[in-house]
């Protein structure tokens, strides 16, 4: 967190999942005190707390050339959504927290590089939003968050799925 006379003015967070994973997220500086000089102190300080290990982040598009300047590279886009969903959700969609755990944790590894169960854990049980998931070949296909009406990341062996 950054301070200026004791007033948070920015955040970053540095998640080191393991020696060969660190993620970089949620970096933000409020808007009278951006392109002074304090998210780059900020962001400096979550480049020590990885040490010049493996990382990634999310990026708004705005920020993409940054990030290069520091090395980080484009791998994947994706999209957030919003909206109200109308109608059933179709039968062959289910319940998250109805599958067995450590499946979802074997498919999620499939697709971040790091085993993550407490995150899962909380993210299926959301209290303002469900985990669903899709079961192809007795094997979770595909896998996505609603809460709040928005969409969380998600991922899928079927393009047409996601």
């Known amino acids: 967190m950054g301070k ?5 003015i920015s ?3 540095a998640v080191r999942y393991n020696y060969n994973f660190n ?3 949620i970096y933000i500086v409020k808007s009278q005190w951006r ?3 304090f ?3 900020t962001w400096q300080q979550a480049l020590n707390l990885i040490n010049q290990k493996p990382a990634a982040l999310d990026a708004v598009l705005q920020q993409v050339d940054n990030y290069h300047k520091f090395g980080f590279k484009p791998t994947h886009n994706h999209c957030r959504y919003q909206g109200i969903i109308k109608g059933q959700i179709s039968e062959d969609i289910i319940d998250l927290k109805t599958i067995n755990f450590e499946q ?3 498919y999620d590894s499939q697709y971040f590089p790091a085993y993550r169960p407490q995150f899962l854990k909380q993210w299926i049980n959301q209290p303002h939003g469900t985990g669903y998931g899709i079961i192809n070949n007795n094997e979770l296909a595909s896998k996505g968050c609603l809460h709040n009406l928005l969409s969380s990341p998600r991922s899928s062996d079927f393009v047409s799925i996601a």
Request: net charge positive.
């Open 4 to 8: 200026l006379n004791g007033e948070p």
């Open 39 to 41: 998210g780059l102190k």
């Open 104 to 106: 979802l944790c074997r």
């Open 23 to 25: 993620f970089i997220g």
């Open 11 to 13: 955040c970053i967070s």
């Open 35 to 37: 392109k002074q000089g």
